[in-house]
C-alpha cells in the first residue's frame, strides 16, 4: 500500500515534455513491470538527462529490483540536481538506514524532515527513524529526544506505542529512572492493540525485555508474560 500511494504522488514532481511517455513509466510501475520501467526511464534520460525525478524514478526500480549500489547512485544523482527534491532525500536515507551506515542516513532523514515538514505523516516516521539511528550509534539522549517528538505528535498509534518503548529501553540505558515508565506505558498501548486484534500488537514487543531491565518483579513478569501468551493464542487462532 505504501509503495502505491508513493506511486500515486510521482506525477507531481515531473515537468513532462510528453505526459503520455510518463504515464508509460507510472503503468509500469504500478504494475511492477521493473525491467520494462528501467528501458522507458532510461529512454527518457537520452533527452532529458538532469531530470532529477527521472533519476530517482531510477532509483526506485533498482531498490525494488534489491540493487543497492545502483539505487544510491541514482537517488544521489537526483539529489545533486534537485537538493529539495520532495522524495529522494528520504530513500537515500533508508538505503544507508539498511545499510547500519546511520551516520550517512542521519542528514538525509534531516532533509526529508525539512522539506516535509508540514506532512505530519512524514514527520511521524522521519522522527522514529532518526531515534533509531542515534539508538544504534549509543546516543541515547538524541534517540529520547526524537521518541519524545513522535510521541507529541501522536499521528500514528503503533508509532506512539512503539517510541514510548523505544523511549524506555533508551532511558534504562542512561539509567533514568522514568524508563520503566515509558515500558509500561508502551506495553499497555500494545496489549490494547491486541485485544483489538490488530496484528502490531503482537510482533514487536520484548516482553523478558522488562524483567530483565529490573523493571518487574518475577511475579509481575509471569503475569505479563501469561497475559501475552493468552492474547497471542487467541489472536492467531482467530486469524487462521
Known amino acids: 500500500m505504501k509503495k502505491l500511494l508513493l506511486l500515486l504522488l510521482l506525477p507531481l514532481f515531473i515537468n513532462a ?26 529512454n527518457l534520460l537520452s533527452n532529458y538527462p538532469k531530470s532529477a525525478h527521472l533519476h530517482f524514478l531510477k532509483g526506485h526500480v533498482f531498490d525494488n529490483k534489491e ?65 533509531a539511528c542515534y539508538s544504534n550509534l549509543d546516543n541515547y539522549k538524541e534517540a ?8 507529541s505528535i501522536n499521528n500514528d498509534v503503533e508509532l506512539v506505542a512503539r517510541s514510548y518503548w523505544n523511549r524506555g529501553v533508551n532511558k534504562n540505558n542512561l539509567s533514568q529512572a522514568s524508563g520503566c515508565d515509558d515500558l509500561n506505558k508502551g506495553y499497555d498501548m500494545f496489549m490494547a492493540a491486541s485485544k483489538q486484534n490488530q496484528q502490531w500488537g503482537f510482533i514487536r514487543l520484548d516482553v ?18 501469561k497475559q501475552w501468551k493468552k492474547e497471542s493464542k487467541r489472536f492467531y487462532k482467530e486469524a487462521f
Open 67 to 131: 540493487n543497492t549500489y545502483s539505487s544510491r547512485i541514482s537517488f544521489e544523482k537526483a539529489i545533486e540536481l534537485n537538493s529539495d527534491h520532495p522524495l529522494a532525500n528520504g530513500r537515500l536515507a533508508w538505503v544507508y538506514f539498511n545499510e547500519e551506515k546511520y551516520k550517512d542516513a542521519i542528514p538525509f532523514f534531516k532533509k526529508h524532515l525539512s522539506i516535509n515538514s508540514d506532512d505530519l505523516e512524514i514527520v511521524c516516521n522521519v522522527e522514529f527513524n532518526l531515534a
Open 17 to 42: 515534455q510528453s505526459d503520455s511517455d510518463f504515464n508509460s513509466v507510472y503503468d509500469e510501475l504500478n504494475n511492477g513491470n521493473w525491467d520494462k520501467s528501467l528501458n522507458l526511464i532510461n
Open 144 to 151: 529520547i529526544n526524537h521518541s519524545t517528538n513522535v510521541i
Open 208 to 225: 523478558d525485555y522488562m524483567y530483565n531491565s529490573y523493571c518487574d518483579s518475577k511475579k509481575y513478569y509471569n503475569y505479563r508474560f
